[in-house]
């Protein structure tokens, strides 16, 4: 069994007369996966992750320093055992794993405050939500801010939540009380006020907001993050504030170590340090929190069943790679009006899933196989000549991956033209393919303004230049990771609807031949 060393006395090799340290551990993004999943590393296979095992972990931590605080950075009620067990076995299981400090992430509002209020009666620790308008039978669970004495330092904890709730998530009774710097501005008053020496901000922005926050708000020494699934290298330091972020999954634990001058009460941010501890084979599971998994885990349906659908959903790879898919459409659609851009183009190899899925009921083994890579969905504005030469270089894919699914544009592709040609992301050859090209606005179709710029939603891994579409990395402007899966649009909508089935093809991709 591995047991993480942690210096109490003796941090760093340097013996401090005068000095704590402050431990705090936890995850991020625990999205409801409870038992160890595999995944393949060096060409071989490993079961990581799992309940049993953090607790471990945290046990550990307790026994070398019982003052160790243990945090979770939200988006933990998702998956398998939420869909069963309405939060009763995620919160119940967190508690018996021995988290102490737990904040809302998007994901906690997917099924509604009437859910979540079930799911807080299970929750034995601390759930902290400084920023959000909830409704009374929520509110009375949680506290605004929290204060812990280690020692002889006061620690104030304080939650920041995604600016882009209001459309992450379709929770209704839930509301912003602020914008993020506003907040923990506020915040950083309100525990300086109240005695705090230190304060940790818990939230759920995503790294690159974390440190952006960092940069306008003094007064927080650490940001425990989470919602962009991030496990930096290092520990992020922007002037006196130090970042992590908690990652996904519970593949690690993260530890962050913090020296504090007990007489300045002040974070030796040169010698705080971060570690993470994968959680593996080589953790012992604790017998107590794997007995009481396997009480819900013995329940659990042969299959979750979320909706109906009364077409079949055909995902075969010819279906998605030759032609226009009714099933990318409606999945297409559904980002296009959740997000309102003008236009959605991802890849077909986006869409997985590789068979054809009868009509009858959906499941979630279903929609994770069709959702295999969980690919986040980016916003960005690009010009409409960019645009044009994308398609084009959707249209040079046929028949592979790298063909485009679309919704708000309609065109022609004329197989027998020339086709673009991409040499290390530059074009050197124009494609003729793509013509008749049609940007949708509101009921009437309006011809591709080539100078407009248009605001476009893709996916991560087009995002970043995948499949050689390098316009979207290099042309551009503003891109924005929304953190949401095809997997989450599609739960979120049969969530509500009870149903969900595909159109036919609607004519948006002609293809000549």
């Not at 790298?402 to 004329?414: C, E, N, P």
């Not at 040499?423 to 494609?431: A, K, L, S």
Request: hydrophobic share 40%; proline share 3%; with cysteine.
């Amino acid at each position: 069994m591995y047991t993480p060393k942690i210096g109490i006395l003796l941090f760093c090799g340097v013996l401090f007369a005068n000095a704590l340290t402050l431990h705090i551990a936890g995850t991020g993004d625990l999205q409801g996966m409870l038992q160890s999943f595999k995944v393949d590393r060096k060409s071989t296979s490993h079961m990581i992750g799992g309940i049993a095992r953090i607790a471990t972990i945290f046990n550990s931590l307790k026994q070398q320093d019982p003052q160790t605080l243990i945090v979770s950075s939200g988006d933990d009620l998702m998956g398998r055992y939420f869909q069963t067990f309405n939060g009763e076995a995620i919160y119940s299981l967190m508690s018996a794993a021995g988290y102490e400090f737990v904040i809302f992430g998007n994901h906690e509002f997917d099924r509604g405050t009437k859910v979540l209020h079930n799911a807080l009666r299970y929750a034995k620790f601390h759930l902290i939500c400084s920023d959000l308008s909830l409704p009374a039978s929520i509110r009375s669970f949680t506290k605004l801010w929290m204060i812990k004495k280690i020692g002889k330092v006061k620690v104030g904890l304080f939650s920041l939540m995604s600016e882009d709730l209001p459309t992450i998530t379709s929770a209704k009774n839930v509301a912003l009380m602020g914008d993020n710097v506003h907040m923990a501005q506020k915040m950083v008053r309100l525990l300086r006020q109240r005695g705090a020496d230190i304060i940790v901000a818990l939230t759920h922005i995503g790294y690159k907001r974390d440190v952006a926050l960092a940069k306008q708000v003094k007064g927080i020494d650490l940001i425990f993050g989470g919602h962009s699934h991030t496990y930096p290298k290092k520990m992020g330091h922007i002037g006196k504030t130090l970042i992590v972020n908690g990652g996904e999954k519970g593949k690690y634990v993260v530890l962050v170590s913090l020296p504090i001058d007990t007489y300045t009460k002040k974070v030796d941010t040169t010698l705080a340090r971060m570690r993470y501890i994968l959680v593996d084979e080589n953790i012992k599971k604790s017998k107590k929190v794997e007995a009481l998994l396997d009480t819900y885990t013995k329940k659990l349906p042969p299959m979750t069943i979320l909706g109906k659908s009364t077409r079949e959903w055909d995902l075969r790879v010819k279906t998605l790679r030759k032609s226009e898919s009714g099933v990318a459409d409606m999945i297409n659609d559904l980002l296009r009006k959740k997000f309102r851009v003008d236009i959605v183009l991802n890849n077909s190899g986006a869409f997985r899933g590789k068979s054809v899925y009868p009509a009858g009921p959906i499941t979630d083994a279903m929609l994770q196989e069709i959702d295999e890579f969980r690919n986040n969905a980016y916003i960005l504005h690009i010009q409409g000549k960019w645009i044009k030469e994308i398609l084009e270089h959707g249209a040079a894919s046929y028949g592979k991956g790298g063909w485009l699914q679309v919704s708000g544009i309609r065109y022609q592709v004329d197989l027998r033209k020339p086709l673009q040609k991409v040499v290390d992301g530059r074009v050197v050859q124009e494609g003729e393919r793509v013509g008749h090209i049609q940007v949708q606005k509101g009921d009437r179709w309006q011809d591709l303004n080539m100078s407009k710029i248009y605001k476009v939603l893709t996916n991560a891994f087009l995002a970043r230049g995948g499949d050689g579409y390098f316009w979207f990395k290099k042309y551009g402007k503003n891109p924005k990771n929304t953190y949401t899966s095809f997997y989450s649009i599609l739960l979120q909508t049969l969530q509500r609807y009870k149903e969900l089935t595909p159109p036919l093809p609607d004519g948006r991709i002609q293809i000549l031949r």
